[in-house]
């Protein structure tokens, strides 16, 4: 890896600002995007550990009904941590990935990765930050599924994906039914409720925010 590579790293992941040049030998980076094939499915061992410097992939679970619910999006200057645990746990992943963009991988064979991690502070703290930080993420999904109702994770998610100068979403009934685990069906009749109330309006692929205040009254409501 030459010099201007490893620039370009510290720059986006300045916690190996203290990695010596000599130590890159073996690190190497990709560029990925969404027809690339790959194996990072449930069960896989995985043989590097990845950091995005670029674009940015959806992590999934996916039920034995074939349902996908998404935990999470792992972007630039982060790193999967269900990636992390498995590799120090030396286990198999527990999820699935999916390349949404053209997205700039680093990838550090999983020797060396263990070997930074005990040997460099800022690798270390920076492993920790991202586990806590993903953690509480996921804890607050886990949350939405057990305590809150589908029509009130719509309206949520409605609103945290749009604001009041980019109203409309392009995702399909699908693709929204993906994000939250649950059925396309299930979606399509809490839109067209929201849709009967004057909050949004449908078109094929967009859902545009008509009135934010009633998707605010709807999370009181439900």
Sequence with gaps: ??????????????????????????????????????????????????FILSGWIRVYKLSAAGREITLYRVRS???????????????EYEASVSIEAE???????VPLF????????????????QFIDRMTSVTSLLENIAFQS??????????????????SLRITHE?????????????TRILNEFAGKGAI?????KITIMN????IDILDQV
């Excluded at 690190?27 to 995007?33: F, I, K, L, N």
């Excluded at 934010?212 to 998707?215: I, N, V, W």
């Design 1 to 50: 890896m030459n010099e201007q590579q490893i620039k370009r790293i510290h720059t986006v992941f300045p916690c190996f600002a203290d990695v010596p040049h000599t130590d890159w030998q073996l690190a190497e980076t990709v560029t990925v995007d969404p027809f690339t094939p790959h194996s990072i499915r449930e069960g896989h061992i995985l043989e590097h550990a990845m």
């Design 114 to 129: 263990r070997t930074w991690l005990n040997t460099y502070t800022p690798v270390r703290q920076f492993f920790y930050k």
């Design 150 to 167: 589908v029509p009130y994770r719509v309206a949520e998610y409605l609103l945290a994906a749009s604001s009041a100068s980019i109203p």
């Design 212 to 215: 934010r205040g009633k998707l």
């Design 77 to 91: 200057g982060q790193s999967c941590v269900l990636m992390m645990a498995s590799i120090l746990g030396e286990t």
């Design 201 to 205: 309006t449908l078109n094929r692929g």
């Design 175 to 187: 693709q929204l039914a993906i994000e939250l685990g649950t059925a396309r069906e299930v979606i």
């Design 103 to 109: 997205t700039g991988v680093l990838l550090l064979p």
